[in-house]
């Protein structure tokens, strides 16, 4: 409704689909899928996760309760 478009890498689109098929989802679960499916230590996992949940919670994209 926003009218703007967001690009999304492959991990961040990874992230994006879980979210959409899960109706609750934590952290924890989003950092053990994208590491079970993607070569990425477990730090740099960390970080990107955490930022992009960040970057959605600021455009108001997410919630959490």
Same mark, same amino acid.
């Given at each position: &409704? !926003?009218? =703007? /478009? /967001? !690009? ?5 689109? =990874? @992230? ?5 098929? +899960?109706?609750?989802?934590?952290? #924890?679960? @989003? ?6 499916? =993607? ?7 960390? +970080? #990107?996760? *955490?930022? =992009?949940?960040?970057?959605?919670? +600021? &455009?108001?994209?997410? !919630?959490? *309760?």
């Amino acid at each position: &409704e !926003s009218k =703007f /478009y /967001y !690009s999304l890498n492959p991990t961040a689109s =990874f @992230i994006w689909r879980l979210l959409e098929e +899960k109706e609750e989802l934590s952290r #924890d679960k @989003i950092l053990q899928e994208v590491m079970e499916n =993607f070569e990425v230590e477990p730090e740099q996992a960390e +970080k #990107d996760v *955490d930022e =992009f949940i960040e970057n959605l919670l +600021k &455009e108001g994209l997410i !919630s959490i *309760d």
